[in-house]
Structure formats: structure tokens, C-alpha cells
């Protein structure tokens, strides 16, 4: 069975950068079939797209974030990770990383499977 | 990049009767691949999004036969044939290629 876990800190400083880790076991991130994405959830509001990489080092990002992040996957480690830049009290959210189905290098928008997600709260 | 907007944003329903949410997006979603990959996801409360439709009309494994998914081009619909308590939760409308975007959510609730 496939699982997903987020790490890093839970308090990130204003202006100062968030990052995770997704650490996947049962599975492996070199997978030609799948994409590894990051989506966060702002407290009691929407899904939120992040972006997305494949073991190949493709990667797409949300363009409202694009100069702010950066993705990178580990397959040694079996991890990818997620740093994000200069951040606001308004980057405080719930942070999932999901797994995405790959077809042809299209992405099927499935996220099939998901961590746990992990509250990070941008405060001084 | 596509904007998804999904109205309404807040849906009371009675248990028993039918539900209808809609997406609009901003530009077509049909790819170049002649498949249109608009995807809709059920948020339970406390619980991780699962997805329920894939291109605007399948199914996934486990989904009620209740849901339904329709449209094309930038017009998707969502519809419950009759709710049931387990339905609670929000519901987002997807574009499933990158650069991936979701609606802003619509809230179904048990009037």
C-alpha cells in the first residue's frame, strides 16, 4: 500500500522559507507513470494547487507561486520536496503532497493517493 | 492560466433529493488529445479530497452510481440523484492537466 508522509517544521518566520519533505514508501518516486504534486488547503477555505514533478525533473508550478518555488525530488531518498520563499502570514495552510497519474506525459488530475497533510502557520 | 469557477458555493439539500453543482472554465478544457480532463473531488469533513468523475463523466472505482458527471468545453455539472448524509462535505471541480487548477469549492449540507 502506497503511503505519503510530510515533514518539516510546523512554524515558519514571516519572509523566511517553508520546506518539506513527502517521503513515500510502498511505491517509488522514479515511477514513469506518476507525477508527485504538492496542494495546500488555507484553514477552512479551498484546495490550492502548488505544483507538481516528475522523476525526470520535469516540473510545473502554479504560476500566482512560480517565483516563489521550487520542487525537487530525491530518488535515492525516495522523497520529493517543496520549498517556498519569502512567505506570509497568508501561506499559512494545510500542505498535502498527493501522487499523480502520468499517461503519455499528461497528467490524469487524479491524486490518488495523499499524505496526512501538514499544518504549517507562518508567524513571528 | 484556466480559472475554474463553481457556483453555488454554499448547497442545502434535503436528504433523499437531488443536487446539482456547476463549473465553468475560463478557456476550454479540451486537450490536444481530444480528451477533456475536468475531474471532480469530494471533500469530507476532517478527511483527505478523494476524486470522484474523471473526464467530466467516469466514475471511479467505489463512486454511488447517485453521482453523476456532465458537459463540455467550459460548462461541467455535477449531479447527485439523491443525497444522503454521507454526501456531506465540499466538492470541487478540477482541470486535471498542468498546470492544474480547482474551483473554489461548493459546500453541500443537510438541510
Known amino acids: 500500500q502506497l503511503q505519503l508522509q510530510e515533514s518539516g517544521p510546523g512554524l515558519v518566520r514571516p519572509s523566511e522559507t517553508l520546506s518539506l519533505a513527502c517521503t513515500v514508501s510502498g511505491g517509488s518516486v522514479s515511477s514513469n507513470n506518476h507525477y508527485w504534486g504538492w496542494i495546500r488547503q488555507p484553514p477552512g477555505k479551498g484546495l490550492e494547487w502548488i505544483g507538481s514533478?516528475?522523476?525526470?525533473?520535469?516540473?510545473f508550478r502554479n504560476t500566482s507561486l512560480r517565483s516563489r518555488v521550487a520542487i525537487s525530488i530525491d530518488t535515492s531518498q525516495n522523497q520529493f520536496s517543496l520549498r517556498l520563499s519569502s512567505v506570509t502570514v497568508t501561506d499559512t495552510a494545510v500542505y498535502y503532497c498527493?501522487?499523480?497519474?502520468?499517461?503519455?506525459?499528461?497528467?490524469?488530475?487524479?491524486?490518488?493517493?495523499w499524505g496526512q497533510g501538514t499544518l504549517v502557520t507562518v508567524s513571528s | 492560466d484556466v480559472v475554474m469557477t463553481q457556483s453555488p458555493l454554499s448547497l442545502p439539500v434535503t436528504l433523499g433529493q437531488p443536487a446539482s453543482i456547476s463549473c465553468r472554465s475560463s478557456q476550454s478544457l479540451v486537450h490536444s488529445d481530444g480528451d477533456t480532463y475536468l475531474n471532480w473531488f469530494q471533500q469530507r469533513p476532517g478527511q483527505s479530497p478523494r476524486r470522484l468523475i474523471y473526464?467530466?463523466?467516469n466514475r471511479d472505482s467505489g463512486v454511488p452510481d447517485r453521482f453523476s458527471g456532465s458537459g463540455s468545453g467550459t460548462d461541467f455539472t455535477l449531479k447527485i440523484s439523491r443525497v444522503e448524509a454521507e454526501d456531506v462535505g465540499v466538492y470541487y471541480c478540477m482541470k486535471g492537466t498542468h498546470p492544474i487548477a480547482f474551483g473554489q469549492g461548493t459546500r453541500l449540507e443537510i438541510q
Open positions: 473526464k467530466i463523466s
Open positions: 514533478i516528475h522523476h525526470d525533473g520535469t516540473t
Open positions: 498527493a501522487r499523480l497519474g502520468r499517461i503519455a506525459a499528461i497528467s490524469q488530475g487524479d491524486f490518488d493517493y
